[in-house]
């Protein structure tokens, strides 16, 4: 099996669903589920809100600022891909409006990486130039 049939595995499926997260990803933009009954504001994308249950669920553009939630840096390549991207933070971002994305922590500096820490969404490139988001410590 070839390196870009592998890379394949590593990409999200989309599907209608989901499908308005990703583009606006490709826009620049970070989008949640938000529902119009209770005003919970969620990820991933359901049909029904997560909190009330109900179906009057729509989505939203929200402003990209957040904390790290939780963290790790990996000095180990799992994949083939990611080998000349050692280090890499993955973190959890606690998004200002209230969903948690899994996501890199970019442009970072290891010793003051921490809990708490304020981020921000940029929107880039991944591996085989799928748009990804990842974030950035606020200076």
């Known amino acids: 099996m070839s390196q870009e049939q592998t890379l394949d595995?590593?990409?999200?499926?989309?599907?209608?669903?989901?499908?308005?997260?990703?583009?606006?990803?490709?826009?620049?933009?970070l989008s949640a589920n938000q529902c119009n009954d209770c005003g919970h504001t969620f990820l991933p994308a359901a049909k029904h809100c997560p909190k009330c249950l109900s179906d009057q669920v729509e989505w939203t553009v929200l402003s990209g600022e957040g904390s790290v939630y939780s963290w790790v840096e990996y000095h180990r390549?799992?994949?083939?891909?990611?080998?000349?991207?050692?280090?890499?933070?993955?973190a959890?971002?606690?998004?200002?409006?209230?969903?948690r994305l899994i996501s890199n922590i970019i442009d970072y500096d290891a010793?003051?990486?921490k809990i708490g820490m304020p981020v921000y969404a940029v929107f880039t490139k991944g591996i085989s130039d799928y748009p990804i988001v990842q974030f950035k410590p606020k200076n």
């Not at 590593?10 to 990803?25: A, G, M, Q, R």
């Not at 390549?77 to 993955?90: G, L, Q, S, T, W």
């Not at 959890?92 to 969903?99: A, D, F, R, T």
């Open 77 to 90: 390549a799992y994949h083939e891909a990611f080998k000349d991207k050692i280090p890499y933070v993955v």
């Open 111 to 113: 010793e003051t990486l």
């Open 9 to 29: 595995s590593l990409f999200p499926v989309i599907t209608d669903l989901n499908k308005p997260f990703y583009e606006s990803i490709e826009k620049g933009e």
């Open 92 to 99: 959890i971002v606690q998004l200002k409006e209230g969903p």
